[in-house]
Each structure stands twice: as C-alpha cells, then as structure tokens.
C-alpha cells in the first residue's frame, strides 16, 4: 500500500524565515499532490495542488515542488509569521477521486 | 465550512452499541468522503461515496459501513462500537472531475468506552 511520510512532526521557525516542509511517498504514483492547513480544533483546508506534469507552483508567500522521480514534494513559506503556525499535510490523489494523506507536520512560528 | 454540517459534534458511548455520524452538504457535490484522524496516523480513509447509492471501501474499511441515499447525506455507522474506534471523524466532499479539492467538515469527537 501507499506510504507518506512528512518531515519531523514538529518544526519551529524564527518570524520571518522560510519554512520547509517535505512530503515522501512511495508506491505510488499520483496524478497529483495537495498541501493542507489544519488549525487546533478544526478540519483541513485546502492550500495548493500541483499536478505531476508540473515542477512548482505558488500562491503568494507559498510555493511548492513536486519531484516524481525523487517521489518528493517541498512545501515553502516565505517571511513566515505567527499567523502560519498550523499542522500541514500533504495529500495525495489518483485520478479516481481518492486522496490519501500525510501524518503532518506542526509548523510554530516564533515571533 | 463549504457548506458542510457535520453532526453530532461530540459523543460519547459504550463498547458494542451501534453509532451513527451523519454529513450533510448543500454544495451538491458528487463525492463524498469519510475520514478518521489519529495522533501518529494522520487520517485515514474510511470509506467513500463517488453518486448515490455508489460507495467503496478506503484502507481502514472494516467495522464500519456507509449509506448514501441522497446527494446531500452521506452516513457512517459502526455497527458495534470499540474502543478502537475513539478518533476524530471527518467528512470531506470534492464536486469531482476538473476540480480535485477536498473540502471538510469541523468534524466529530467520537469516544469509545
């Protein structure tokens, strides 16, 4: 069956640096990735998705990288700041509808 | 929340009974999705609705079933609860093919006794 793992559960950056977060997968072979938000208390929300056609896509101070052969996805946010301390997953989808995803990583901004 | 209600919000029961989480949706999307959401697990797919009455199992399937009679609803039951059970459940719905988003409910604080 499918495996996705994500970077270290727990990641804790200065105000204003880059965040880096990683997504790995392996058997399989998705048709694309997604990037999630969870805060405390409250289901996910969508972010980005990137299809496997696609190298890297970005909304804002957001950016992700997609890499099928390393069977890797980067998240990035930029000039971080305490408003983005959520748990992030990843997700993965077959053209069928179904999406499979990450334990996530818990993102603490520090100010 | 995308129009997605689920209910009730928090229980509490006893091994062995019978439990019914219920979704609704008044975004008349075509799938519906049902998660469960564990420390170290992530969430996992429980089971999935893709039209009514077209349902198909994920990869935590057994001990539960789910029933979609109309476009809007889409039940999970535990037929005989376990303490296995106790998790947060989610309900996630996409409008399907040309737009690959999963929108989710505030989910279901379901404890096993």
């Known amino acids: 069956s499918q495996k996705i793992e994500q970077n270290s559960e727990a990641l804790n950056i200065q105000e204003g640096k880059t965040a880096t977060l990683t997504c790995n997968y392996t058997?399989?072979?998705?048709?694309?990735l997604q990037w999630y938000r969870q805060d405390p208390g409250r289901g996910p929300v969508f972010l980005l998705l990137?299809?496997?056609?696609?190298k890297e896509k970005r909304k804002e101070r957001l950016k992700v990288t997609f890499d099928t052969t390393l069977k890797q996805s980067l998240f990035h946010i930029t000039a971080s700041q305490p408003a983005d301390s959520a748990t992030y997953l990843c997700?993965?989808?077959?053209?069928?509808?179904?999406?499979?995803f990450g334990t996530g990583t818990s993102l603490t901004v520090i100010p | 929340d995308a129009g997605i209600t689920q209910s009730p919000r928090h229980k509490v029961t006893e091994t062995g009974t019978p439990v019914t989480l219920r979704c609704h949706q008044t975004?008349?999307?075509?799938?519906m999705y049902w998660y469960r959401q564990d420390p170290g697990h992530g969430l996992r797919l429980i089971h999935y609705?893709?039209?009514?009455?077209?349902?198909d199992k994920g990869e935590v399937s057994d001990g539960y079933s789910v029933s979609r009679s109309k476009t809007e609803d889409f039940l999970l039951t535990l037929e005989s609860a376990t303490s296995s059970q106790t998790s947060v459940y989610f309900c996630?719905?996409?409008?399907?093919?040309?737009?690959?988003?999963?929108?989710f409910g505030s989910g279901t604080q379901l404890s096993v006794l």
């Open positions: 609705s893709y039209g009514v009455k077209d349902t």
């Open positions: 997700a993965l989808a077959n053209t069928g509808n179904q999406f499979y």
């Open positions: 996630a719905i996409s409008p399907g093919q040309g737009s690959e988003k999963l929108f």
């Open positions: 058997n399989y072979s998705p048709a694309y």
């Open positions: 990137i299809r496997e056609n696609e």
């Open positions: 975004e008349n999307h075509r799938y």
